[in-house]
Structure formats: C-alpha cells, structure tokens
C-alpha cells in the first residue's frame, strides 16, 4: 500500500483552514491504521486482543479506542514498534537510516527506524516549510550537537534539514566516544571552528551553546558573521534566550535571533515558536496528530486544558507510534497565531518535563520553575539542582534538596545567598549550597547537555 503523490499534503498546510487539515489527517489516519494492522507488530496484536479492525477506526475521534502508551511500553520492545517491510513498496520497505532514543530497560539505546519514505518526508518538510525555523540558503550552520556512542536524532538529523534547505553546514563533534579512534573535539576546537568557516547559525542544546558562547568571549574570537541561534533538546526558558542574546552582542553578532525548538527523536520532526511565547507550531500536521490526554484515564482534552502531550504518526513507515506520550505535559492551541497568523497547531510555550516536577519531603515541587529563575541570575554560570537523601543508603532518610552552583569571577562571594533565597521561596525549602567549577557540573566533553536536575534517592 503506497501513498499517491498528490495525497499527502495541501498546499501552505500551515495557512490552510483548520477544518481542511482535520479532513487530510482523518484520510491519512485511517490508511495509516490499515497498514498498522497488516504490519505493525505491537498495534497489530493491540487491535486484535481489542476486537478491533481498521474499520474500527476511520478518523481522529476514533483514534480514542485505542489505549495511549508511552515509553514504558516502547522501551519493552522497541523493534516491535517497527513496521514489518514484508509486502510494502520498495521505497516504503528501504531503511535508510536508524537513529536512537532514550535507553532500553536493559540498558541499551532504543531505536528508531527510518526508511527511505519517512526520509523524504522529512526532507520535503523543511524544504517547503523553512520559513518557520529562518534558515536559508546562504546560512552556514554550525551542528553543535555532541557525537555520542550512537547516532542521536538531533545531530543526525541537522545535516538533513541542511541538505533540505540548501545551506551549508559543518561540525563541532564534541562529545565523547568510546573508541580507539580520537573522533571528538573539544569545545576550544569547536569554537575555533565556528570562526574559521565562519558560522551563520549555532544549533545545539541552549546549554551547551552557552558555553560555546562563553568560550568564545574568553578566546575573542570571531563570531561577528553568526546571525542566529537555534536550540532544541532541552527546555530554554526566556531568560536562558536573553542570556544568550546578551553574549551575542557581547561577541559583536551580526544579530541575536533566537528559534525556540521543542522536539523528540520519537515524533520525528520538531515544533517551532514564531517567536518568543507564541506557542510552538506544529510544522507537521500531515506527519503527526497531537492530542493532550489526561495522564490517568487517557482521556482526550480540549485546548487549554493542561496534560500529557501525545502523538500519533499519520504518514509512517519505519517506527510508528499511536497515541503515545512524549513524556511532558502541555496545553493545546488550535486557534490561528495572532503573532504571524499559521492556522496548524500550536503547544503552549512552557512544555513541562514530567521529571521537572518532583516529590519533596512530601510536596510536589516544580523544579522546571525554579530552573527558569536560575536562569535569570546574572554571574551564574552553571547550576545542577539535586534531591538527595541525608543517607543514601536508607531508602526512608529524609530529603536533602542541593544546588551545586559555579560562578562567575566577581560574582563568587553573594552567589551562594542569591541562590539559596530564589530556592526557599519558590520551593519553601531551605537547600545546600555547594560551589564547583562549571565543568564538573557540566562537562561537554562527556555530556550531550547539562542535566539541570538529578534525583540520587533510591526508591521507597
């Protein structure tokens, strides 16, 4: 079973009347469930234990008779979320590629299975939709993504949208791998390479282009010909943006544009703000349906109602997903954008990570909020908040909440207050303070982003 070539999207899908777009995903749904069933290992076995068969299920509305799973069931068997090739089109059947995700229960990275199809689709995306994200082809971009023991979606999929979009592109390949062979740079590398080929745009995870920054400011090298900032891979909060535009004019930048992006290697493609606090915009209503749902019941809720975000793959043929959650909560927009007027979709701008917020001595903290406040402070130059437990090994210890912080020369000595008081009165606790150097807290040669929060407690 193929798609026709004419069948697969609507012109400027994201200015078309909403109710248009509803008819195209509802047609490509229904085809999507009938290949599922004929060749999708877990789904196919899903339906049938539910006596369910592809007519069943004709459009969005019926989507909701299937259960919504999330990475708890992926990670069981990650190679039975993959289509069975067997019978499908050539193009259909080719992987070109896998990438891979978040670890198996036996510890293993999962993959993601891309074909040749699914490939093309991503390519045509960018092609026809980059003015959403602002590249072009004059840019250079600078793929700032670390390379890590396994292709991980973001720096695997960089050159791909280059490619799509006809710019230029090279590589930091910080990181570290497990090897023999000394494949990775440092950060001084990178950011001399950023100069010599002069780079347009940096694209990376906003903490580790911070630093990149940040170096660069203490090298002072030449980056007066970068132009933008792209991030994806962690959530970037308005200050972390303005902090980063404060080290652009602080290195002379042509300009200090900053593309807000929130995407998963599992969805397959990545939503983008317009601009600041605009929501993210969809950019792939004929790809992906987004729903949020109720984390309990799975329950499909209306726009501004906040829950799990999850997707469902309209046009796939490697790893297919249905219903399932990302892994963070959210609220829905399906009004057009008052700020540039694109009528697809939109997610609230302030995605919640479900492991933002946390259980401590017996309270439900926000830690994403207290990030977003650290965030602001002037001279901070890392920060890792940790939940810990006065003995680690008794499992009914007491909580101990503590900041490990690394400022800035001339900031060392107030750091430590300022911090502790942002702390107690977001989070009414009282946390430990502990000072390190900004590596030992986030090291780019062994890390692919800060890991801004960690919970040591063993469970209880």
Known sequence: MSTAPTDYTLPDILYQP??????????????????????????????????????????????????VIGKKEFLAEPENFRLDPDGLPMQEATLWKIIYTTGTTSGRPAPIFVTAHDYFAYQDLFRTRGSLLGINDTDMI?????????????????????????????FGLTGRVDSPYPVNRSVDEAVEAVARHGATVLWGVAGFVRRVLLRAIEMKSDFTKVRMVVTTGEASSPAMREDLRTRMRSLGCADTLIVNRYGSTEQGGTM???QDGSGFHSSMPDQVFHEIVDDETGERLGDGEAGML?????????????????????ELDHSPCPHCGRTT???????????????????????????????????????????????????????????????REGSVAEMPDTVSGIVTKLSNLRPKIEEAKRDEIFDPTTMAKPKRIVDERKPR
Not at 313 to 320: E, I
């Open 142 to 170: 600078a793929n700032l993504f670390p390379m890590t023991n396994f292709p991980l979606g973001a720096f695997s999929r960089a050159p791909d949208e280059a490619a799509a979009m006809g710019a230029s592109i090279m």
């Open 18 to 67: 909403w109710e248009d777009v509803e008819a195209l995903q509802d047609r490509l749904l229904k085809q999507m469930v009938e290949i599922c069933y004929d060749h999708h290992p877990y789904y196919s076995r899903v339906m049938k234990e539910l006596g369910l068969t592809p007519a069943d299920i004709q459009n969005r509305e019926d989507l909701k008779k299937l259960p």
């Open 345 to 407: 979709v939109r997610l609230s701008s302030k995605p919640v990570r479900t492991g933002d917020i946390i259980k401590i001595k017996g309270a439900l903290v926000n830690l994403g909020n207290l990030k977003s406040e650290l965030d602001k402070v002037d001279g901070l130059e890392e920060y890792q908040i940790v939940v810990s437990s006065e003995d680690l090994s008794d499992p009914f210890s007491p909580d101990v909440l503590k900041v490990r912080i690394s400022a």
């Open 310 to 330: 999850a997707i469902t793959h309209l046009n796939r043929r490697g790893t297919v997903f249905l219903r399932y959650k990302i892994g963070d909560m959210g």
């Open 272 to 274: 983008i703000e317009c």
